[in-house]
C-alpha cells in the first residue's frame, strides 16, 4: 500500500511535532511602533559657559580673604589660611558655583574687577593657588598694582586679560584679600569649560 501526503499535510504535520516556533523576521525598518511618535532627541548640553560674576562684601570689623574655587579647601588648610566664601555669585547660589568647580573644570582668561575703591582694593594682591592631599601648596601672587591703565579709564574698575589660562577646578583657586568697607565684584571671563 503506498502513502500519498500532499505537500500541505507534510507541512502541517512538521509544523504540529515542532518544538519551537520558527522566528519570523521582518525585512523593513521599523521606523515608529505602538503609541510611539518619532521625533528629534536632545542634542549636546547648555553650551560652553561664557561668564560668571562673584561679589565680594566686606562689612566686618577687618580684612577679608575671599576665595573663589577650592572646592576641597585644600588651599585653605595646606597654606593655614581662613578664607570667607563669596558673598553672591552670578544668578546662582555660592555653594553650588563652588562645587561646579569640582565637577566641571573651567579656564579663567580673565576678568573684570569693580571695587568701591580701585585706590585701596588695587593695592591688595590677589594670589591663585592649587594645592593636593600630601599638604604641598602653592600661591602665585597677582599684583593688581603692576598693572598700567590710562586714567581716562575708571579708576574703580581693572579689566584684565590673562596670557595663561587660569583653571578652576576641585583644588584650585583664586585668593582675594578684601579691606574691610569695600564691595568688589568680579566678573570671570572663561577661556574654556568641561561639556555642560
Known sequence: MKLSLSRQTLQNERAAASLEPSPKVRQTAMTSFGSTATAPGFKGGLGMVSSFTTNFTNASGG?????????????????????????GASTTLVTALQNSFGMLPLTV???????TSGATQFAQNARYGM?????????????????????NFNANQLAIEFVEQYRLDANTGFVFTVPTGQTVDITWLVGAASYR
Not at 574655587?69 to 588651599?75: E, F, K, N, R, V
Not at 588648610?77 to 581662613?82: D, K, P, Q, V, W
Not at 582668561?109 to 571695587?115: C, E
Open 131 to 151: 594645592a593636593d592631599v600630601d599638604s604641598s601648596v602653592l600661591l602665585k601672587a597677582l599684583k593688581f598694582s603692576e598693572f598700567q591703565r590710562p586714567t
Open 109 to 115: 582668561m580673565g576678568m573684570i574687577i569693580t571695587a
Open 63 to 87: 580684612t577679608l580673604n575671599y576665595v573663589v574655587g577650592d572646592q576641597l579647601a585644600l588651599i585653605a588648610n595646606n597654606a593655614g589660611l581662613t578664607l570667607t566664601q563669596p558673598s
